[in-house]
Nanobody, 115 residues
Framework: QVQLVESGGGLVQAGGSLRLSCAASVTIFSFNAMGWYRQAPGKQRELVATITDSSWTNYADSVKGRFTISRDSAKNTLYLQMNSLQPEDTAVYYC?????????WGQGTQVTVSS
């Protein structure tokens, strides 16, 4: 059974930075692509960034230029470097394959950005 465990969230002031990690219980090569997603209170979960097995990346317009997705295959870990955080980035952040699988969702990690 695949397990994805997110960490690195926290409370940060606007303009600050956080680095999220997603540890996978299997080799991330088993994923053709992976992504970071987020769900803000009262909103649907949305795709934030994706990375393919050939390291092609793509970002939601709202985070482009501020967030960077990367992966360390040796550590089976996916990362999301988040800079210039804004209050609208407040959400629970999740990792999953892309497209996501329902049975791969973890607990997520809470990111709260204060103004």
């Amino acid at each position: 059974q695949v397990q994805l465990v997110e960490s690195g969230g926290g409370l940060v002031q606007a303009g600050g930075s956080l680095r999220l990690s997603c540890a996978a219980s299997v080799t991330i090569f088993s994923f053709n692509a992976m992504g970071w997603y987020r769900q803000a209170p009262g909103k649907q979960r949305e795709l934030v960034a994706t990375i393919t097995d050939s390291s092609w990346t793509n970002y939601a317009d709202s985070v482009k230029g501020r967030f960077t997705i990367s992966r360390d295959s040796a550590k089976n870990t996916l990362y999301l470097q988040m800079n210039s955080l804004q209050p609208e980035d407040t959400a629970v952040y999740y990792c999953n394959g892309w497209p996501p699988r329902d049975d791969y969702w973890g607990q997520g990690t809470q990111v709260t950005v204060s103004s």
